[in-house]
């Protein structure tokens, strides 16, 4: 059935699956950051993160979801939208600063401290909700602030990420990459149930084929959803018509089948690890090639396609070596 399936069929049973009316949901989804702090850095990263929409002008619903906040004074009482707090000072603000009564919100506390002269530093991963995580940035600058403040604002905003990056800008690059690495470990769930059934033997007998052409579907069905759920998180409407302008992307662009044929060489042994490894590459492969389009307006050219290529080759495999390891173990 797999091989009976053409390039046409798989994506006119892709295309049915396509959920459009999910994104513009996802788009719509509400959310707040509250800042608070020396106001004029609260008001340096406010403009910050409002800045980039495509005419110049700042939507109100993107304005409504940063808010202000004096932690001495009473602090909002609905905060089921409220996502993150992010306090903003100079050197040494942080410690004498009273955030205790922050805690009552139940979500991360970002403690972000610009020391132009201080080394860069950042906890590992997104603090628990009520606690606070202390970072030290050069400047609030989009560079500065890209590695772990950024990220960890996004990990902080699960669910509402789409409607995150529509609004705020600055976070898009960020917002795409989180849904990137989503839709990859996704792809791999698909692969790897669909590989585990090719190997059992008599459910591979029965189930085999089917589940090598429908795997093939979902996994194309989740990277066609990506690309719209990037685009909508950089301020475009989904729309499957103008999905295919970017089809390049997954249609060979980065070399999708030379990276297929380069992992199994590698590791011709590991089906199931390899399966894997090839969904989850050839999706990174799709949400960084459209992230870049949309961020500079052009595919990449080859030298930058094959750096990203080089890359998440050696990932894959990687991830297929440590794999199979596991498979290999008694």
Same mark, same amino acid.
């Given at each position: 059935?797999? #091989?009976?399936?053409?390039?046409?069929?798989?994506?006119?049973?892709?295309?049915?699956? *396509?959920?459009?009316?999910?994104?513009?949901?996802?788009?719509?989804?509400?959310?707040?950051?509250?800042?608070?702090?020396?106001?004029?850095?609260?008001?340096?990263?406010?403009?910050?993160?409002?800045?980039?929409?495509?005419?110049? #002008? *700042?939507?109100?619903?993107?304005?409504?979801?940063?808010?202000? =906040?004096?932690?001495?004074?009473?602090?909002?009482?609905?905060? #089921?939208?409220?996502?993150?707090? *992010?306090?903003?000072?100079?050197?040494?603000?942080?410690?004498?600063?009273?955030?205790?009564?922050?805690?009552?919100?139940?979500?991360?506390?970002?403690?972000?401290?610009?020391?132009?002269?201080?080394?860069?530093?950042?906890?590992?991963?997104?603090?628990?909700?009520? #606690?606070?995580?202390?970072?030290?940035?050069?400047?609030?600058?989009?560079?500065?602030?890209?590695?772990?403040?950024?990220?960890?604002?996004?990990?902080?905003?699960?669910?509402?990420?789409?409607?995150?990056?529509?609004?705020?800008?600055?976070?898009?690059?960020?917002?795409?990459?989180?849904?990137?690495?989503?839709?990859?470990?996704?792809?791999?769930?698909?692969?790897?149930?669909?590989?585990?059934?090719?190997?059992?033997?008599?459910?591979?007998?029965?189930?085999?084929?089917? %589940?090598? %052409?429908?795997?093939?579907?979902a996994i194309t069905g989740i990277q066609m959803m990506l690309l719209l759920h =990037?685009?909508?998180?950089?301020?475009?409407?989904?729309?499957?018509?103008?999905?295919?302008?970017?089809?390049?992307?997954?249609?060979?662009?980065?070399?999708?089948?030379?990276?297929?044929?380069?992992?199994?060489?590698?590791?011709?042994?590991?089906? =199931?690890?390899?399966?894997?490894? *090839?969904?989850?590459?050839?999706?990174?492969?799709?949400?960084?090639?459209?992230?870049?389009?949309?961020?500079?307006?052009?595919?990449?050219?080859?030298?930058?396609?094959?750096?990203?290529?080089?890359?998440?080759?050696?990932?894959?495999?990687?991830?297929?070596?440590d794999l199979t390891t596991r498979f290999k173990r008694p």
């Open positions: 059935m797999a #091989s009976a399936l053409g390039a046409s069929d798989i994506f006119r049973l892709v295309r049915k699956g *396509i959920d459009v009316n999910t994104v513009h949901a996802n788009v719509r989804k509400p959310f707040r950051f509250l800042l608070c702090g020396d106001p004029a850095l609260v008001s340096e990263l406010r403009t910050l993160l409002l800045s980039g929409h495509d005419d110049g #002008s *700042i939507p109100l619903d993107a304005a409504a979801c940063l808010e202000t =906040i004096d932690p001495s004074r009473p602090l909002p009482t609905a905060t #089921s939208e409220v996502r993150v707090v *992010i306090f903003l000072g100079r050197r040494g603000d942080a410690e004498a600063a009273y955030l205790e009564p922050l805690k009552t919100l139940r979500v991360p506390i970002l403690a972000v401290t610009v020391d132009p002269a201080g080394t860069p530093s950042s906890p590992s991963t997104l603090p628990a909700a009520s #606690s606070t995580g202390e970072y030290v940035v050069h400047a609030l600058s989009r560079d500065a602030l890209r590695g772990r403040v950024f990220a960890h604002v996004v990990d902080a905003s699960k669910g509402v990420e789409i409607a995150v990056g529509r609004r705020l800008p600055a976070l898009r690059e960020t917002v795409a990459a989180k849904l990137t690495r989503d839709a990859a470990n996704n792809a791999l769930k698909v692969a790897l149930a669909s590989a585990v059934v090719d190997h059992i033997p008599v459910v591979g007998i029965v189930l085999g084929a089917f %589940a090598s %052409a429908g795997d093939m579907v =990037i685009q909508a998180a950089y301020g475009r409407d989904p729309d499957v018509q103008r999905m295919w302008q970017l089809l390049p992307v997954i249609g060979g662009g980065f070399g999708w089948r030379t990276l297929a044929r380069e992992l199994v060489g590698f590791v011709p042994v590991a089906g =199931i690890a390899i399966k894997g490894a *090839i969904a989850y590459a050839g999706t990174i492969l799709v949400g960084e090639g459209v992230t870049f389009y949309l961020e500079h307006g052009q595919h990449m050219n080859k030298g930058q396609a094959k750096q990203v290529y080089d890359r998440t080759k050696e990932d894959a495999l990687r991830f297929a070596r």
